[in-house]
């Protein structure tokens, strides 16, 4: 149901690294407990972004909620389309959905993250 | 710990599997399948809301004229029998305890439809001011069950399942028949600026009432909605929300409902402050604002005019019908000019935003 090759956190986000190059987005599990998401705040081109900070936030019709980063880094590129159409987050958050690209320098806080099992493990403990 | 409160229809929801939460000491579905889908369904469709939280206090007796008349700002001998009125409950500084539904049955015999969260402080309110009047006074809030069919489809589905000419239940009046077979008071009222009914019956017979109207109104589209397209359809109409547009520290008349509040009926509580208030001039008005730059206003943002502080947010959200980011905001009187800018505090960042008339959404003809 998670993507196996994308690791996770426990405050909902999923990361792609592609060499120093990481992607990030909020789960499937964050975007249904969200419900209809509305709105979208991205930080701009050459922010740079600290592992446990929220770098962004996510507002449903009656909710705020910051997207918190796992990692360090520069942020490279964000999608402008989840701005524009922040239903995308809703529809495909593993894939259209997905939110920055950051240059990372530091990859080894990526082993601290959860695998898919490992997440939906978590999940499953929280009663989720 | 104080367990939530739960409504005769608390079975449906669950079945349904709405997600759940605490309103006000109530446990209500906030939402079924999405609140923006559910706000479009009522807008283009019908859909069916659980409202049983609502309070209901009976009054009886020979003064019941004249004690409402005293309690309530609007003239209550402006209605007939099987005919409702919208009205405040003022303290006598002119706050609001609440604003209500009178529902007459005949001059010695109304019933008064309160918000959930107030329904025993109004009550308690009532019984303070009671005291020189011959009147009986019930709270009969656990004896009904009360569910609203909304939307453009809600009397022809209705329609469907009573022998009651429907046409002929105008707008702000009751009849009081059977629905599906089940005694019902029918209302032709609503929250959400679409047309539709409230329909009040027994809570053991609540269940099978929902049921049967989910089931009329399956091919047509009907749906249960949750308390978050509730306030976002509210919202869009300019319906006023006790907490965000009214409340004890906020006049009737500062929320721009002058129109309910009537001077020259004879003296009612709030009357004298009220009056005074629109003599020098009314301090606060309620502006409808719309985002210019990105961002969602939300109940009580502080609202700045160029970095001075002007008033607060009452409502705001993301609006489906309109597809914009609107607002209502209580301002100081001198800013209040239709097109004038002013900015939103979103978490500490000046977001600008626009007067625009608070009319946001009035449903077609």
């Known amino acids: ?128 | 710990m104080t367990e939530l409160k739960r409504t005769s229809l608390f079975a449906e929801h669950q079945k349904l599997g709405a997600k759940l939460i605490d309103f006000g000491g109530w446990e209500m579905p906030v939402q079924y399948v999405g609140v923006i889908e559910e706000h479009k369904t009522v807008r283009s469709k019908a859909g069916l809301f659980d409202v049983s939280h609502m309070g209901e206090i009976e009054i009886k007796g020979e003064d019941s004229l004249p004690f409402l008349q005293y309690l309530l700002t609007n003239d209550v001998s402006h209605i007939a029998d099987n005919q409702i009125q919208y009205s405040l409950m003022c303290y006598p500084e002119g706050g609001v305890v609440d604003d209500v539904l009178i529902y007459r049955f005949h001059p010695e015999h109304f019933l008064l439809v309160v918000n959930a969260s107030n329904t025993d402080k109004d009550f308690a309110w009532l019984e303070s001011q009671a005291q020189s009047y011959k009147v009986q006074l019930k709270n009969r809030s656990q004896d009904y069950a009360q569910m609203a069919l909304q939307g453009p489809l809600a009397q022809q589905i209705l329609q469907k399942l009573t022998s009651m000419d429907l046409t002929q239940v105008k707008y702000y009046w009751f009849e009081e028949g059977e629905v599906a077979s089940v005694p019902c008071l029918l209302s032709r009222t609503g929250y959400t600026g679409e047309d539709g009914f409230e329909v009040y019956c027994s809570p053991e017979q609540a269940s099978y009432l929902w049921q049967k109207i989910l089931e009329t109104g399956r091919e047509e589209g009907v749906m249960p909605i949750g308390l978050g397209a509730r306030d976002t359809l509210r919202f869009e109409a300019r319906l006023p929300l006790y907490g965000n547009e009214i409340g004890p520290d906020i006049t009737p008349l500062e929320a721009g409902l002058g129109n309910f509040v009537k001077f020259t009926k004879g003296d009612f509580l709030g009357r004298d402050a009220l009056l005074k208030q629109k003599e020098k001039g009314v301090p606060r008005k309620l502006v409808g604002l719309e985002m210019i730059e990105r961002g969602i206003a939300r109940s009580h943002y502080p609202l700045q005019k160029e970095g001075k502080e002007i008033g607060f947010v009452t409502s705001g959200s993301y609006a489906p019908t309109l597809n914009k980011n609107i607002a209502l905001g209580l301002i100081a009187a001198e800013y209040a000019q239709l097109g004038e800018t002013l900015e939103v505090m979103i978490r500490g960042k000046a977001v600008k935003a626009q007067i625009v008339p608070s009319q946001f959404y009035k449903r077609p003809k």
């Open chain 1, 1 to 128: 149901m998670n993507p196996v090759e994308l690791k996770y956190s426990k405050t909902h986000e999923w990361v792609k690294a592609e060499g120093n190059l990481v992607t990030m987005g909020i789960t499937d599990h964050a975007q249904s407990s969200l419900g209809d998401i509305v709105f979208v705040e991205l930080p701009d081109i050459d922010t740079t972004i600290k592992a446990g900070t929220a770098f962004g936030t996510v507002e449903s019709v009656k909710a705020v909620s910051d997207i918190i980063s796992p990692v360090n880094g520069k942020v490279m590129e964000y999608n402008q389309e989840v701005l524009d159409s922040p239903e995308l987050l809703n529809q495909d958050p593993y894939g259209e959905g997905w939110l920055v690209k950051v240059e990372v320098e530091d990859l080894t806080v990526l082993e601290d993250l959860l695998s898919a099992a490992e997440y939906e493990a978590f999940l499953a403990e929280e009663g989720e």
